[in-house]
């Protein structure tokens, strides 16, 4: 088990902002529109407690988990936001890996990210799970890998935005998420990668997953004025 304590003080926080503008035409007509542009929206204070957990069961099971509880504070006075937005949330990461005989193993991954504010809205909370099976092959000189990424297609980034007389709604994927990848390693003169716990198999393309808007697809806007 261990824990730390954290706090981080982040200056000229950019986030995307949306706006809602009247334009015109070269006819003279008018409408109402939605802009989205990316502005500095002023400062962020995270304080925070981080959680890893290692457990191993004999010798056919081994978890591990990362969480992260935090609270938040954004002040988007930079932007015309007055009001300081504070929020808790908290995001955790469990893997369990299986020996299912001697020359198979099978890997879980849960993920789960909370909810998290800011002055104009919401990003709503989502859950994935990951799988990944290994067997070795050839007198254990090779390994057959299989992953599945989002197994439930559950990785759903989801956003709401309240301005001046309108709401919007926005949900999407990340493009990496839902993947499935077969590989095959063969060694010459090398043995098996062994975690550094027990005679656990290493399963590579698990990493964690950045928040980066800028990656998303997005599938669906909606607009309410």
């Known amino acids: 088990l261990?824990?730390?304590?954290?706090?981080?003080?982040?200056r000229d926080l950019i986030q995307r902002i949306a706006r809602r503008e009247t334009q015109t035409d070269l006819s003279g007509n008018t409408q109402e529109i939605i802009i989205r542009t990316t502005e500095n929206?002023?400062?962020?204070?995270?304080?925070?407690?981080?959680?890893?957990?290692?457990?191993e069961l004999g010798n056919w099971l081994n978890l591990t988990s990362n969480s992260n509880f935090y609270r938040g504070?954004?002040?988007?006075?930079?932007?015309?936001f007055a009001e300081?937005?504070?929020?808790?949330?908290w995001t955790s990461r469990m893997n369990a890996q299986f020996k299912i005989d001697d020359k198979t193993d099978a890997q879980l991954t849960l993920n789960y990210r909370g909810p998290e504010k800011n002055p104009q809205g919401n990003r709503l909370d989502f859950f994935y799970t990951d799988i990944g099976v290994s067997r070795d092959v050839l007198k254990g000189k090779g390994t057959i890998n299989l992953r599945v990424r989002d197994v439930l297609n559950s990785a759903l980034y989801q956003y709401e935005a309240f301005g001046n007389n309108f709401f919007l709604y926005r949900e999407g994927r990340w493009r990496v998420i839902q993947q499935v990848f077969v590989g095959f390693t063969y060694r010459i003169n090398q043995k098996k990668r062994k975690c550094r716990r027990g005679n656990r198999r290493e399963f590579s393309g698990f990493g964690e997953d950045k928040e980066d808007v800028s990656s998303i697809n997005w599938l669906k806007s909606h607009v309410v004025s």
């Open 84 to 89: 300081v937005t504070r929020f808790f949330s």
């Open 73 to 80: 504070v954004v002040n988007g006075n930079a932007a015309g």
């Open 41 to 55: 929206l002023g400062t962020r204070q995270d304080y925070g407690l981080e959680v890893g957990i290692n457990l």
């Open 2 to 10: 261990n824990m730390s304590l954290y706090a981080r003080d982040t």
